[in-house]
């Protein structure tokens, strides 16, 4: 059976035109109730993130105003503000876009602009480059480097959590190097060279049982269970 796209009455695939509209349907074929179903999903879709977007500016809206009249001056709710306004960033990105480069490239810069905007409130202490942009930068680069290495895997398995691993294990050496070169202009590894070592430790060990396996070694047998 197909369904009539002009008038939605549902009629015999044998016939040319909806007989109750008469509708040409040779222009593009009727459509089924599979593809009713997917035009519905995506409606939803599309309303949903309608609905979020407007309670997301209206509690904008509310935060402004409560923030200007009991607090007499805009304080708190700039960086509500913000940070809604981030989320809503994130959300029309994924709604309108599922190529993962666009999406992750969108996450980034939006990430960049909350910590800048949030560094440009607060206007204490200058946080932005000298930690903000280098650890959002590695944490970035990192994952392209990560998603990269697993697209390009042959054998997907222990050895894409080793390649995490690997990642986070340089990422931990990049985040003690900001904060200590932004509080004692000077690098002085402690915390993280131990936890980089435990990490690619980890890494090394997952890397060794997944390309034994891959050879056809059972789990059992190669820790002699």
């Known amino acids: 059976m197909a369904i009539c796209r002009f008038c939605g009455v549902e009629y015999d695939d044998s016939l040319i035109t909806c007989p109750l509209c008469n509708g040409d349907e040779k222009r593009s074929g009727p459509i089924s109730p599979a593809d009713i179903l997917d035009i519905s999903k995506g409606e939803n ?35 509500a503000n ?9 959300l029309t990105v994924t709604h309108f876009s599922k190529n ?26 200058n946080w ?8 959002t930068s590695a944490l970035y680069f990192f994952s392209l480097i990560v998603v990269f290495l697993a697209s390009k895997s042959k054998y997907k398995g222990l050895n894409l959590i080793a390649i995490m691993f690997f990642a986070l294990a340089v990422f931990v050496l ?6 200590d070169l932004y509080k004692n202009s000077i690098i002085s ?11 690619s430790l980890l890494a090394f060990i997952l890397v060794y049982i997944h390309y034994r396996l891959k050879r056809g070694r059972k789990l059992e047998s190669l820790f002699h269970v």
């Open 45 to 79: 879709k599309r309303q949903l993130w309608e609905l979020t977007m407007v309670l997301l500016f209206s509690a904008m809206i509310i935060a402004l105003a409560i923030d200007g009249v009991f607090g007499k001056k805009m304080l708190w709710s700039l960086y």
């Open 82 to 90: 913000v940070s809604l306004l981030y989320v809503a960033s994130i």
């Open 100 to 125: 993962y480069w666009i999406v992750s490239s969108s996450l980034f810069i939006s990430t960049l602009a909350l910590l800048f905007a949030l560094n440009m409130l607060t206007m204490i202490h």
């Open 128 to 135: 932005f480059l000298p930690i903000a942009l280098p650890i």
């Open 174 to 179: 990049v985040v003690e190097s900001s904060i």
């Open 189 to 199: 590894l402690q915390w993280s060279v131990a936890a980089a070592a435990s990490l």
